[in-house]
């Protein structure tokens, strides 16, 4: 087994690139099918199709890696299908039919989740000896590149392909999942029988396992609030270029304050692993740092001058990293070990629908401007902490020493 130090680094180089990839893997598909069309619309289906699948997959991917003995062999399975996927995609876009791409797309969708929430769940178990608190932050951290470098990635090649305009970014994408897939061989991955005391059981029973998210009153209200923070954080996103437009004269500034969020973010993490946050309980930071997300979004809304906005986004992703490195802490105590990656895949697989209804909700709102949909996100931020604090009162309880074997590790009380 890997150290404590070796096995995180081993996991983030792994992580890193898939995340990429996948981050930016729908700025290719969009700049590929223009390029070569200039049909916004198959492009959307396209995306939509991928992410689609991805949502609807993540219970059944995380179950699967619950159940194999080698869940390595499963990960391997899952990065070279994705890799497939567009290395196929970075080929047939502007050469076959449009069902054709949207079957790829399909097979693509599949692969996703592995790399979202049920990578996260195997961190535990690839450093074992690591602080919850900071390997979590260092789990957040690889979201963080990934949303950074991967679309960034992707504009460069896009913007330096001179021969086929858009295939340079799909084929960028598919070497990103190359170098992931070769990091992968190399990481010390524990059979099932190794961390499992009992066999695998059936796939009923081990779907029935989700519920778990719902009898553990931590997880329900962390589920809750994190979910349904999410619809916010995706009305931010939409709001950005509509920002950019009235503030700055130019939509295009909106990713750079998108970025300046992930640097923010970025920057949380690291501070997280260098310094993780002991006085107060996981469950307890997600409530309170949902709602000064909501007071960060509640104040960017009334802004004058976009100089403004920059400090403020930075703001709002170093709250956004130790919210979700909570929310993964969480999950990580309150999970059964035979189920693990079936609650973190699943986790997963609700914010992304979570943010798919934020989309909605942003486009339903655009036509009484950005401050609006800021107003709203910062009103969903408060109704996440109020709804999850319904279903799940807080109790102050500490948990029993334990191993990951047994059970999860200790963790602050709430």
Not at 9 to 24: D, E, F, H, N, T
Request: proline share 7%; charged share 10%; hydrophobic share 55%.
């Amino acid at each position: 087994m890997a150290s404590t130090s070796a096995g995180l680094a081993l996991y983030g180089a792994v992580a890193v690139p898939a995340r990429m990839a996948g981050a930016g893997l729908p700025s290719a598909l969009l700049l590929g099918v223009i390029a070569a069309s200039g049909s916004v619309s198959e492009a959307s289906l396209l995306i939509a199709t991928a992410t689609g699948v991805a949502a609807v997959m993540g219970p059944v991917s995380g179950a699967c890696v619950d159940r194999v003995e080698h869940p390595k062999r499963a990960y391997l399975a899952a990065l070279a299908t994705v890799c497939i996927a567009s290395a196929l995609l970075a080929v047939g876009i502007g050469r076959w039919p449009t069902p054709v791409l949207v079957i790829v797309c399909v097979a693509a969708g599949l692969g996703f989740p592995f790399f979202l929430g049920a990578l996260s769940a195997q961190l535990r178990r690839i450093a074992p000896e690591a602080d919850p608190a900071r390997a979590y932050s260092v789990d957040v951290g690889t979201y963080n590149v990934a949303e950074i470098a991967g679309p960034a990635i992707v504009g460069v090649a896009y913007i330096v392909d001179a021969a086929m305009p858009g295939a340079a970014s799909l084929e960028v994408v598919t070497l990103l999942y190359v170098v992931a897939l070769g990091v992968l061989l190399f990481v010390p991955v524990p059979a099932r029988s190794v961390t499992h005391a009992a066999p695998p059981q059936s796939w009923m029973q081990s779907l029935g396992a989700l519920s778990v998210m719902w009898t553990s009153p931590s997880l329900r209200r962390t589920t809750v609030i994190s979910v349904i923070a999410h619809v916010a954080i995706a009305c931010y996103v939409v709001s950005m270029p509509l920002l950019a437009q009235d503030l700055a004269g130019d939509p295009g500034f909106g990713p750079l304050v998108l970025a300046i969020t992930a640097c923010g973010a970025l920057v949380g993490s690291v501070l997280l692993a260098r310094r993780p946050i002991r006085r107060r309980g996981p469950g307890t930071l997600v409530a309170s740092l949902t709602l000064a997300l909501g007071v960060i979004l509640a104040a960017m809304s009334v802004v004058p001058v976009f100089v403004l906005v920059i400090p403020l986004a930075f703001l709002f992703g170093l709250s956004e990293a130790p919210q979700l490195s909570s929310v993964l802490q969480v999950r990580d105590r309150e999970s059964p070990v035979s189920s693990r990656a079936l609650v973190f895949a699943t986790g997963a697989s609700l914010k992304v629908g979570a943010f798919a209804v934020g989309s909605l909700l942003a486009g339903a709102l655009a036509a009484e401007g950005w401050r609006t949909i800021l107003l709203v996100a910062a009103l969903v931020e408060v109704i996440a902490v109020a709804a999850g604090l319904l279903v799940a009162p807080p109790r102050r309880t500490r948990a029993l020493p334990g191993n990951i074997v047994d059970r999860q590790p200790t963790a602050p009380s709430e």
